[in-house]
C-alpha cells in the first residue's frame, strides 16, 4: 500500500491528503486501474472526526477503490478555503493517476456531515470561473466524476445545520448563507451522486437528502438515495469499529450502505 501524507496542496492553507493506495501486483492485473474515493470528514466545520476518515478509507479499500482522506480547513477558516482545498486535492489525484493507479475518470468525492456540504459545494460549483480564476487552472482539472454524501448538511433554510454555516461563514452568515444552501444549486453539471440519511437524524434532518434528491431528479442528474428508518446523525459505518467513547454510532440497520454504494459505482460511474 502507498501511505503517505501530502502537503501543501494550496500556498494559503495547512491542508493535507493521505493516501490509502493498493498497489499493482504483476501476480494480479500489473496494470489495473481503480475508482478513488477523496473522503471529507464531518465536524461541522469546527473539526474533523476521526470515526469518519481512516475507517472509511480502509473499507474503500476492501471494495477496490482507491481512497484518499482530506484534512481540510476548519474555523477559524472561512468560505472557500475548504472547497478550495477540495478542487485541489482532485487534480494532485487526476494529475498523479498513474502513479497511485487511479482511473482520472472515476474520481468520487466523498463527504459526511458537514464535509458532505463540501463534496456536494464542488459538486454544484466545479465549473465556476471563481475557482478557475483562484486555482490557475481549467475546471476539468477538479470536476467529480461523482459524488458520496452520508448524512450530509445541504440546505441553509429551515431544515439545515446552522452551526455548520456559522462556522464555514463568520460575519458572513446573515449576508451569505442563502447563497451555499446547496439544493438551490443543483444543475445539469452536477455529477451523479449517491446519497444517504437516517429518519431519526435529529441534528442534520433527512429533508436535507430529500430536498437535494429532488432537485437532482428535475436537473435529470442520476441519483440513488437511501432513507434508513433508525440511528441518529454521525453514524459513519455504523459497526463497534466506528463507535464513539459512548459507543453512540452502534446501527446495524445502516451498516450496508458501504455495499450499496460499491455496487452503485459500478453501474453508474
Not at 93 to 104: F, G, K, L
Not at 220 to 236: A, D, K, Q
Request: hydrophobic share 40%; charged share 20%.
Amino acid at each position: 500500500m502507498i501511505h503517505e501524507k501530502r502537503s501543501a496542496l494550496l500556498p494559503e492553507s495547512q491542508a493535507s491528503l493521505t493516501t490509502y493506495v493498493i498497489e499493482n501486483s504483476p501476480e494480479m492485473e500489473p496494470d489495473r486501474v481503480r475508482p478513488a474515493v477523496i473522503i471529507c470528514p464531518g465536524g461541522g466545520y469546527e473539526m474533523l472526526s476521526d470515526r469518519e476518515a481512516e475507517p472509511i478509507a480502509i473499507k474503500m479499500m476492501s471494495f477496490g477503490f482507491q481512497a484518499f482522506v482530506l484534512h481540510y480547513s476548519i474555523k477559524p477558516a472561512v468560505y472557500p478555503l475548504a472547497l478550495k482545498e477540495l478542487a485541489a486535492a482532485i487534480r494532485l489525484v487526476r494529475t498523479n493517476h498513474d502513479t497511485w493507479h487511479v482511473n482520472p475518470e472515476k474520481i468520487i468525492v466523498a463527504g459526511f456531515s458537514a464535509g458532505g456540504h463540501l463534496a456536494a459545494n464542488l459538486g454544484v460549483s466545479w465549473q465556476q470561473p471563481f475557482l478557475a480564476e483562484a486555482l490557475q487552472g481549467r475546471n476539468e482539472e477538479w470536476r467529480p466524476n461523482g459524488l458520496l454524501l452520508s448524512y450530509p448538511v445541504l440546505s441553509s433554510g429551515e431544515i439545515g445545520h446552522q452551526d455548520s454555516f456559522r462556522s464555514l461563514l463568520a460575519d458572513r452568515y446573515d449576508t451569505d448563507k442563502a447563497a451555499l444552501s446547496l439544493e438551490t444549486l443543483v444543475s445539469v453539471h452536477t455529477p451523479p451522486t449517491f446519497l444517504w440519511h437516517t429518519l431519526e437524524d435529529g441534528l442534520v434532518l433527512a429533508e436535507n437528502s430529500l430536498v437535494f434528491a429532488e432537485q437532482l431528479r428535475k436537473a435529470n442528474v442520476p441519483y440513488e438515495l437511501h432513507i434508513f428508518p433508525r440511528g441518529g446523525h454521525g453514524l459513519s459505518l455504523g459497526t463497534p469499529e466506528t463507535a464513539n467513547s459512548d459507543r453512540h454510532g452502534v446501527e446495524a440497520s445502516v451498516v450496508r450502505w458501504p455495499e450499496l454504494f460499491a455496487d452503485w459505482v459500478k453501474w453508474n460511474i
